[in-house]
């Protein structure tokens, strides 16, 4: 199958391989060192999530809200029923933090849905000849928000517990022993301590990238059929990525809600 069923005839890599192979090529700087697409669309996404919640506070009204009022107070109901069933203890930061985390990686997750040639085509004509518009399909960009959460999580635990607390808390959970014991168990505590803090943003980073990486590829691949099967098929996983966008989105979230809740507690 040639790249021409997927692109409508347009010029471009010869094969279904190097096609495949082309959309999944990043965008990067002349070092290497930087996928630029990755950087300058999560911004942009960034900017639009920024944006649009600070319209509709300056349109909030006690009367009868807009419809933007509405969905963005559904997301925030949605948000704080989260945060207030998760983390108990009290934060300014949490919220917002949470809300930030769903709307943003919401809206990098929907990058999806563009069809797959659309922006490619675009940028083509400026010169751009590789883009991947889905951040969360980078395992850069998952990895660096999960390690954004991992700082979170130890400035939690050192506000809540202080230097000293946290500090102890690594060398006696999670066997707290007492008298010589402890001295002998305080590295194997160390140890499994290291452990489940880096799990955690381990494990986010790539549950978030397997998803959307996977979704991406899925569409490449619809791409690739002719242009009746692509409606046949697309349409239907179109729909049903929908519910994995929100709700990779939602877990990244709530797991970074409990993270911190966790962080704050007295072991």
Known sequence: ?????????????ANATEYIQHHLSHLQSADGTINLDTFWVSAILGLIFLGI???ASRRATAGVPG??????????????????????AKSAVIAPLAITIFVWVWLMNAMDFLPVDALPR????????KLRVVPTADVNHTFGMSIGVLLCIIGFSIKAKGIGGWGKELFTAP???????AILLAPINFLFQMLELLAKPISLSLRLFGNMYAGELIFILIALLPWWAQWLLGGPWAIFHILIVTLQ???FMALTVVYLSLAVEKH
């Open 53 to 55: 919640f600070s319209l």
């Open 67 to 88: 419809k933007l009022q509405n969905f963005v107070e559904w997301v925030m109901e949605l948000v704080n029923d989260t945060v207030n069933s998760a983390f108990h």
């Open 1 to 13: 199958m040639t790249t021409e069923h997927a692109t409508g005839g347009h010029a471009g890599p």
């Open 122 to 129: 675009v940028l083509e004509l400026f010169g751009v000849h």
């Open 249 to 251: 989105a939602f877990v």
């Open 175 to 181: 066997f707290h022993a007492h008298g010589p014991a």
